[in-house]
């Protein structure tokens, strides 16, 4: 399964593929995780390529073509057109303005939710998760507490909202 996502920095791209390559670990899997952005802390457009595979071992981590394309800007959209192939998922939220989705196997526009702008890529994980099963849902729980692990023993609000977010 080869997914790349899109957005700008700050929207928390490299986090979210970060916890879904290690998710599949978790699961036994084959994967990697390849950040793509620029010198910009925050605003910059900012890609992750992550491929996962049951069995043989991830020979090259990028690709021509995704199978999911996860977008969450319109700047970053113009930035992964190419990717988008007839057999790619495109995931977006209300932001973004998908140009050509007749060229794709299937387009999910994720609708609004009464949720914090911080756990918007959580959202998009969940998304993914659900609709393609790609891995398990503990461990994606179990990667989320690594990465923010010190975050929730500050605050527990933080760890219900991130799990609201992969629920929805």
């Known amino acids: 399964m080869k997914i790349l996502f899109a957005g700008e920095g700050g929207q928390g791209v490299q986090v979210i593929a970060e916890i879904l390559a290690k998710a599949a670990f978790y699961d036994k899997k084959h ?3 390849i ?40 700047r970053s959209l113009t930035r992964v057109e190419d990717y988008i192939g007839s057999k790619t998922t495109v ?6 303005t998908l140009r050509n ?14 949720l914090p702008a911080k756990v ?3 959202l998009v994980l969940g ?4 609709t393609k099963n790609i891995v398990s849902n503990e ?8 990465r ?10 933080l760890k219900e909202l991130d799990f609201r977010a992969l629920d929805l």
Not at 50 to 65: L, S, T
Not at 127 to 130: A, P, S, T, Y
Not at 139 to 146: F, G
């Open 31 to 33: 994967s990697s995780y």
């Open 35 to 74: 950040p793509n952005f620029g010198v910009e802390q925050r605003g910059g457009v900012s890609l992750a390529f992550v491929i996962i595979q049951d069995k043989d071992p991830v020979g090259y981590p990028k690709f021509d073509k995704a199978d999911i394309l996860a977008v969450l800007s319109n």
């Open 91 to 96: 995931i977006y939220g209300p932001s973004v």
């Open 101 to 114: 989705p007749k060229n794709t196997r299937k387009v999910l526009k994720l609708k609004e939710e009464s």
């Open 120 to 122: 918007w890529n959580m």
């Open 127 to 130: 998304k993914i998760i659900k």
């Open 139 to 146: 461990s994606v729980r179990k990667a989320v507490e690594e």
């Open 148 to 157: 923010f692990g010190k975050y929730f023993k500050k605050d527990l609000s």
